[in-house]
């Protein structure tokens, strides 16, 4: 068996060592002895099952505080699971951070949490087992839970369409649970809520916010952690959150003077606040932003699917008033629309067409978003057209082969979609310009996610792939920091999808199609290959660090992220 520990300490992924023969193969999955000699708490009390129907049920999260505190080591003998665990040893240096692991039937590892850790898991199929071993019994009076989307975590589950029962749905923020628990809760009696409260006290002045930002900057330029460690998600990152946890409106300026409003409530508003340089040239995703701007040269027609408060949507129509063109906006959600509205008129836009409401295959489908705390992430769900179905979360759907001829529009220069799952559908109402020759058919960028996207066999086997294909598009997965980096110096790196490395947890990325390969032969672009479109610099370089970007690491020999 091999014991590999994570970065929250104590927390050991085990995978059994097999012994194969024509047969099969033979594995040890559990041993005393092995887990005692790594300071394992053996103890087996209980074993349990959970049999989940349907792919995107969460449990969680769980966990029993003291005299009934638990180690659990969980596998799954079924299907796939986004196992998630929080730390909540009070005395523990990774006090309130997350990780994340995932557990499949075919990968056959284990992971044993130890005491004072809340634990939950997300399927990832339809018909997913869960097995536990618990080293202690279940008591009601000991159980305990914390809220899936409490923002004091911050937890990234990788589906936006649940399934979860009333009761974990409602558990009290995590302030309230240590408040009343703190004197048997898990590890020592030492309080924590005091420093949120403190640090939210701060942020609500702007002067002590940027300080305390500024500060949170220094440390992610001077402080160096292991490989596969974040500044970032696991220190200056809780501290940024905490700093804005009763800040309402935020106002940043890009360095090309354009001014952005927005709320704190997603990954995206968080690092743009900690952007390094105080002024930057985008909002998230440098390089997706330096493409579209790049491919909107010239267009007259571009729309951007999912266009939020406008950070991709407001920086595209400032490029489009050089040309004369007009930046088609789709943004559901009545908050960030209302913000979307905004951000045009800051920044005295009059050439975006706003439409809060959904694009689809069809004009007959209503949808609804999906609850999320990050509404960044809030993806779509068709809803049953009964009126008990209908409510203010509700919203119309268009193809945009309707909406082209509503608005007169022959051809669509460009087409932007993040609209976590429904891209396709979208596409598929977009068939009558995808059909146009190679001067005349829109460039797309899309995203694609492993929640919603079966990419087992290969990026190039999927449906959104083998749909634009069929049209006559080349595809490419697009490299870019899914955060606010600088990146203006570098080349746009592009990967064929049969060349895409896809390794680790359920993620998502961009990636771009046109029928005209000459837009991207130039020096502007680099294709690569067997590399990860996600670009980060905790991760081995090799698959996560820019081409260049690995030539300077390469001979200076250290990089500061």
């Not at 911050?154 to 749905?169: A, F, H």
């Not at 998502?508 to 020096?523: C, Q, R, S, W």
Request: charged share 25%; aromatic share 10%.
């Amino acid at each position: 068996m091999k014991f590999i520990e994570n970065k929250l300490k104590g927390v050991y992924m085990i995978e059994p060592e097999r012994f194969e023969d024509k047969r099969g193969f033979f594995a040890r999955i559990f041993c005393r002895e092995e887990f005692e000699a790594h300071s394992l708490n053996p103890n087996v009390a209980q074993c349990n099952i959970s049999f989940n129907k349907k792919k995107g049920t969460l449990r969680g999260m769980h966990y029993q505080i003291k005299p009934h505190e638990e180690a659990k080591s969980v596998r799954c003998t079924r299907g796939a699971i986004y196992d998630v665990i929080i730390d909540l040893r009070q005395d523990s240096l990774t006090y309130c951070q997350w990780t994340s692991v995932e557990l499949t039937a075919d990968n056959y590892k284990m992971l044993y949490i130890p005491e004072g850790f809340a634990h939950g898991f997300q399927t990832l199929e339809d018909n997913t087992v869960v097995f536990y071993q618990m080293s202690e019994f279940y008591y009601p009076e000991s159980a305990r839970g914390l809220r899936w989307n409490d923002p004091v975590f911050g937890i990234e589950w990788p589906m936006n369409k649940l399934i979860i029962s009333d009761k974990d749905k409602s558990y009290k923020d995590f302030s309230a649970i240590t408040a009343i628990d703190n004197k048997n809760s898990v590890g020592t009696n030492m309080d924590h809520t005091p420093l949120f409260n403190a640090l939210s006290t701060l942020g609500k002045d702007e002067k002590w916010r940027t300080k305390i930002i500024d500060l949170c900057r220094d440390i992610e330029q001077e402080l160096d952690l292991p490989i596969d460690h974040s500044v970032r998600e696991e220190v200056t990152g809780p501290i940024i959150d905490a700093l804005h946890k009763d800040v309402g409106t935020i106002k940043k300026v890009l360095k090309s003077g354009i001014v952005f409003e927005f709320k704190y409530r997603s990954k995206m508003a968080r690092d743009f606040v900690m952007s390094q340089e105080v002024k930057p040239d985008h909002v998230w995703e440098p390089q997706t932003t330096k493409l579209l701007l790049y491919l909107a040269t010239n267009a007259k027609h571009v729309v951007i699917g999912g266009a939020y408060f406008g950070d991709q949507a407001i920086i595209v129509a400032k490029k489009l008033v050089q040309s004369g063109g007009i930046c088609h906006a789709f943004e559901p959600n009545k908050e960030q629309f209302a913000m979307l509205q905004r951000n045009a008129i800051n920044n005295r836009l009059s050439n975006i067409v706003f439409n809060c409401i959904g694009l689809w295959e069809n004009d007959k489908t209503t949808l609804r978003l999906t609850d999320e705390s990050d509404d960044s992430r809030a993806s779509s769900d068709v809803v049953v057209q009964k009126s008990s179905q209908l409510d203010d979360s509700t919203f119309p759907s268009i193809s945009l082969n309707t909406y082209g001829t509503q608005h007169n529009i022959d051809r669509i220069d460009l087409i932007m979609l993040d609209i976590e799952g429904g891209e396709l559908p979208a596409l598929k109402g977009a068939h009558k310009y995808l059909s146009n020759p190679s001067d005349s058919a829109p460039n797309i960028i899309f995203e694609i996610h492993r929640s919603y996207t079966d990419w087992s066999n290969g990026l190039e086997n999927t449906d959104i792939v083998k749909f634009l294909l069929s049209f006559g598009y080349h595809v490419f997965a697009i490299r870019d920091f899914h955060s606010n980096f600088p990146t203006s110096d570098r080349p746009i790196e592009l990967i064929p999808p049969e060349r895409t490395y896809l390794e680790g947890p359920p993620h998502g990325f961009n990636m771009l199609a046109v029928k005209n390969l000459e837009i991207i032969e130039n020096d502007f672009f680099r294709i690569c290959y067997d590399v990860s479109p996600k670009l980060l610099l905790h991760k081995d370089p090799s698959l996560h660090y820019p081409i260049t970007e690995l030539s300077i690491k390469n001979k200076k020999g250290n990089h500061k992220e």
